[in-house]
């Protein structure tokens, strides 16, 4: 009996030759599993007491990979990567850096991963190229970690990243935050419209066939239209989640992603606070690669697979070519007519003074201003817009339904 009251230990060790392991063991408290397991010639990275729940906790640790895929966020790779370039400043080597690491953190998903890695280091395998099989680094990392490598400043490189990133993902967390209200104002609109079709405006049915007389046509096309989708509602929504289903397979495919991206930089407004942001992504990344040393024909592929906007992804990459070939890299982006005047003229006084990390950062940094100013601009004239979209509609049901009551008055009574 007594011993059902031990406690039970998940731990996670290091073995001597460099395998990684999960294992369970009872003891009186977490130093006497440390000692037992340092006894067994273990390295322990970390050891957690599981609670009286254990089946529910296997459940989460290991029995079940839906619950093991937890998805790791932006922030949760910043904060690693700060971490380990402060780890790796303070002089400890990679391997103890990434051991450290993977003891304080909470994410299974990227515990997981930070394990495989440090076990692919300990055999020799370079991180830039332990890191690629994860798909949640951004795909400028493993380029960023190479040249570091290469120039044999890791920490410095990593910083680099860092401090870019951390202005993406504030960018990024601005731009969402921003669309919360209008979403939530267009979900308004479409909950109203549906309730008054489907509510409201059937129950005057009677009312106005007791009239005797023909109805105004804007009354007859909203009856016609709230009968049509109450009495057809079930294939209706069938028809809508067909299309929706149907939209988001044929979006999948690598040629729909081109055309959708090409579509929304030529939309009004939006379109061009859309290529800003993507022009930033690809200068931010070209100016963190250039810095660590990468030279200019091999960082231009790997800058443009930071691009979210797979239309310009597609512009940018070929560009390394030109260069390779001699070309002024100024007038390569100048003939794709994707980039902003602006950035040109950036990258040419970069190409003229032999700075050019430093001036494709700057192309970065003064289009998250100019994006910052546009969307505050749009969300100011969007919010009325919706406003004014929603009473409109709300007042043509109304309008629809007492124009019958108007005619009907105006009728000489005898």
């Given amino acids: 009996m007594q011993k059902t009251n031990v406690p039970e230990f998940l731990c996670q060790v290091g073995e001597p030759a460099g395998d990684l392991r999960r294992l369970r063991l009872t003891a009186r408290d977490a130093d006497a599993a440390r000692q037992e397991l ?7 990275f970390a050891i957690r007491r599981l609670s009286s729940f254990a089946a529910l906790g296997r459940l989460f640790e290991g029995g079940t990979t839906f619950f093991r895929r937890r998805p790791v966020r932006s922030r949760e790779v910043l904060l690693f990567n700060q971490e380990l370039a402060a780890l790796l400043h303070a002089g400890l080597p990679l391997a103890e850096s990434l051991g450290i690491m993977v003891e304080r953190m909470e994410n299974p998903t990227l515990r997981e991963a930070v394990q495989a890695i440090l076990a692919e280091v300990k055999s020799g395998v370079p991180m830039s190229t332990a890191v690629t099989r994860y798909s949640f680094f951004p795909s400028v990392y493993p380029a960023c970690l190479q040249a570091g490598e290469t120039s044999g400043d890791l920490p410095g490189m990593i910083v680099r990243f860092t401090d870019a990133m951390r202005v993406a993902v504030k960018a ?15 979900a308004a ?9 489907l509510g409201v405006v059937p129950n005057f049915v009677p009312f106005f066939a007791g009239f005797g007389q023909e109805l105004p046509p804007l009354t007859t096309a909203l009856l016609t239209a709230a009968e049509f989708v109450r009495t057809h ?28 991206d090409r579509v929304v930089l030529r939309l009004p407004a939006i379109g061009e606070v859309l290529r800003l942001y993507s ?51 100024v007038e390569t982006l100048a003939e794709t007519g994707e980039i902003p005047g602006f ?20 192309v970065a ?14 969300l100011s004239l969007l919010t009325p817009v919706v ?17 019958p009551l108007f005619s009907l008055a105006s009728v000489p009574q005898f």
């Fill in 343 to 362: 950035a040109l003229q950036m990258v040419r006084v970069g190409e003229g003074t032999g700075d050019l990390a430093r001036m494709v950062s700057s």
């Fill in 233 to 260: 509602l079930l294939g209706v929504v069938s028809g809508l989640l067909a299309a929706v289903l149907i939209s988001a397979a044929w979006s999948r495919t690598a040629r729909a992603k081109r055309i959708r």
């Fill in 387 to 403: 406003l004014l979209i929603l009473g409109g509609f709300v007042a043509l049901v109304l309008l629809a339904i007492y124009l």
């Fill in 172 to 186: 990024r967390s601005s731009l969402t935050a921003a669309m919360v209200y209008p979403a939530f104002l267009l």
């Fill in 189 to 197: 609109l479409l909950g109203t419209a549906a309730y008054l079709l």
């Fill in 279 to 329: 022009v930033s992504q690809f200068s931010r990344s070209l100016g963190t690669l250039l810095a660590g040393g990468m030279p200019l024909v091999s960082a231009i592929p790997v800058a443009a697979r930071a691009v979210s906007n797979r239309y310009l992804r597609s512009v940018l990459e070929p560009t390394a070519g030109a260069v390779r070939e001699g070309r002024s890299f």
């Fill in 38 to 44: 340092q006894e067994q010639g273990l390295h322990v």
């Fill in 365 to 378: 940094d003064f289009n998250d201003e100019v994006i910052e100013n546009r969307v505050t601009v749009l």
